[in-house]
């Protein structure tokens, strides 16, 4: 019988860091972002626009979906940290993009890990899985599933391994048991939102983009 613990046990086994369960609902968060959208966050991310209908609900992209697995992976490394580099002419390149690209190891991972549920869940089984290249909200989806809380910096903050971590996700019609919701533990702080070079994050777009993405 498929259960969350032995799907949670054989992510562990491929290799992800973390691992949870969501139900596969339309949540609250999810019908936010044409609002986001409305207000030109999306940029030239057109495609957002073209696929907010199937991004409002993911059963819109897999219609028997009953069960999300949100995987993550830990990219940080030792080091060097780009402040300790003093040679303007040593490129920069982000830590993510430091060894094989992560839609395909985690995607291998993932493939892996739907033909282990098939072959154990029997005749009717029905999955698809995204790193990136579906249209899902993967965070919201890792938040609800307990791998860490959408932060200020938008991103996914795990509270043992912080934001260092790429997202993956497993939509099947297993039902499987839900874990808790990640809780949100910024608080007041604003440290990303202060630090960042760019300044980036307007305030408004940090609220809204907690929200919904």
């Known amino acids: 019988m498929m259960t969350a613990p032995l799907v949670k046990e054989r ?8 691992c949870g369960i969501a139900p596969a609902r339309d949540f609250e968060e999810l019908a936010r972002l ?16 073209r696929t907010a209908r199937v991004r409002a609900d993911v059963r819109h992209w897999l219609p028997s979906a009953r069960s999300v697995v949100a995987v993550a992976c ?11 580099m003093t040679d303007a002419a040593q490129a920069r390149i982000a830590r993510y993009a430091w060894g094989d690209d992560y839609h ?18 029997g005749p009717g089984f029905d999955a698809r899985w995204s790193v ?10 890792a ?7 959408i932060g200020k ?32 533990l910024c608080g007041t702080c604003r440290l990303c939102i202060d630090a960042c070079p760019a ?5 408004d777009y940090v609220l809204d983009a907690r929200r919904c993405l």
């Not at 990136?132 to 989806?141: F, G, I, L, T």
């Open 104 to 121: 395909d190891v985690m995607g291998r991972r993932l493939g892996a890990l739907a033909g282990w549920m098939r072959d154990t869940s």
């Open 11 to 18: 992510a562990t086994l491929l290799g992800f860091d973390l």
């Open 143 to 149: 938040s609800r599933a307990g791998i860490g809380w």
């Open 153 to 184: 910096n938008t991103c996914v903050i795990n509270p043992g391994i912080g934001s260092w971590i790429l997202l993956g996700m497993l939509v099947s019609n297993v039902d499987l048991e839900p874990d808790d919701e990640a809780v949100d």
């Open 199 to 203: 300044g980036a994050f307007a305030e």
């Open 132 to 141: 990136d290249d579906a249209p899902v909200q993967e965070k919201v989806y």
């Open 34 to 49: 044409p609002q986001w959208l409305a207000r030109g966050y999306g940029g030239r991310m057109t495609y957002l626009n």
């Open 74 to 84: 830990h990219y940080n490394t030792a080091g060097p940290r780009h402040v300790e």
